[in-house]
């Protein structure tokens, strides 16, 4: 099955065929460097890191690029208020950008240009604008005349005729004589009295934010690539305005294949600073949740689909991700000789070839990331269960460890899972996910010991029930026995 993927453009699922034959270009709308990232940018990041990761699996040789915006109302306003320079807020906020994304196990892309440093560009894609008609300038502002471009609406879908009526806030513009119409852009904004400034030939000022955009794409990558990537809110009016402006200019299609990732709620409600249900990567990886936790719990959902975070469905993915994690170490314990041996083992073994093939349906499936975790959770399963034994002291558990149909199972295992950016994680995540500071083992950790403790007076193994009780209680947690087969807990 061949890759398909779900291209806003054409509202359609299309078989994905690169410009170039082996060869893909990416172009990743990136962050805005006035503040720590937040759950939409893990997201949003993780989806498109494992496109890329699946591409080059499947052979492609890929040239990611994504960039940063340090040029932007946003940075000033945050400098102005804590006495900084946009330099300054910038600078760390990229820093932050580039612990956060390594955290989650995210591909460093090939280049990250930034606005700053490319200039030179910007101002030369405006002027060629302005050359042909599709650009004015008025007081120091220049404008995208957005009437000039045949095809403006064909990402969104939006009917500039239809909308007018609703654009009262951009009316003033209008009247004042700088706009001619009032869904015209700004391609470069004159400078305020105080903001910093770049010289321009229509005086000192800075660009708007859609022109950075098509600037990095031209001179990273060329006049056309084969895909672009962002949010969905990042559709109207960004990358509509960057399709205009960009094939304004060129005369050429910006990009064959347009994706877009779905938002983040939080308890059903949209994530969003003034609910309060605003939260960042680094806040929530510093309450105890494991990157991989995340990165699972992330991966759970299809990418489209807007992603519901509450606390009932991180404890779910910790769960899930304990189990994987125990079967990727025992993976690891196997060692690189083992698993050079395994190859032949993976591919004269039937259901681990079924397993491959089902796995690489499901992401060239538009990155049916579900469907390919259930294949790890399903190659995970014997290998959890063997990785307990040995942790309890199984002798003969050591010995099947050795056996080479298990270890090919391991090695492929260890392989999808890459494929999907989720890596062995050694450190314990902290007791609890929502940052409540108890020590010990943490709530989904307990309730899972406390099953397998179940599991073990059903079978009237009194011994092993044992164990796990005084497992739980050397961390401080007692259980209490209810009637109906119930337990509950405390920690001391």
Known sequence: MALQLTNTLTRRTETFEPLEPGKVSIYCCGVTVYDLCHLGHARSYIAWDVLRRHLIWSGYQVTFVQNYTDIDDKILGRAAAEGSSMEAVS????????????????LPADRMPRATQSLDGIRALISELEAKGAAYSADGDVYFAVMKHAGY??????DLAEQQHNAEGRVADVEEGRKQHPFDFALWKGAKPGEPSFPSPWGAGRPG????????????????????????????????NEIAQSEAASGHELARYWLHNGMVNVGGQKMSKSLGNFTTIRAL????????????????????????????????????????????????????????????????????????SRFAAALNDDLNTSAALAV??????????????IERGDPAAEAEANQSELIARCHLLQELAGVLGLKIETEPAKPDAWGNGHPG???????????????????????????????????????????????EWLRH
């Open 285 to 356: 990886l510093e309450s105890g949740v494991s990157a991989m936790t995340l990165r699972l719990f992330v991966l759970q959902a299809h990418y489209r689909k807007p992603l519901d975070f509450t606390p009932e469905a991180l404890e779910a993915a910790a769960t899930g991700w304990k189990g994987l994690n125990a079967a990727l170490k025992l993976t690891a314990a196997t060692g690189p000789a083992a698993q050079a041996a395994s190859e032949p083992q993976q591919e004269n073994r039937p259901d681990l070839a079924d397993a491959r």
């Open 376 to 389: 790890l959770f399903e190659l995970a399963k014997p290998l959890r269960a063997l990785a307990n034994r």
């Open 91 to 106: 600078e760390r906020n990229i820093q932050a950008f580039v612990a956060d994304m390594a955290a989650l196990n995210i």
């Open 153 to 158: 609406g064909k990402l969104s879908g939006r």
């Open 209 to 240: 934010w859609h022109i950075e955009c098509s600037a990095m794409v031209r001179a990273e990558l060329g006049d056309t690539i084969d895909i672009h990537l962002g949010g969905a809110d990042l559709i109207f009016p960004h990358h509509e």
């Open 441 to 487: 083992a943490g709530d989904a950790e307990i309730q899972a010991q406390i099953e397998e403790r179940l599991a073990a007076k059903a079978a009237k193994n009194f011994q092993e029930a044992d164990r796990i009780r005084d497992a739980l209680k050397a961390q401080g947690i007692e259980l209490i026995d209810k009637g109906g087969g119930q337990t």
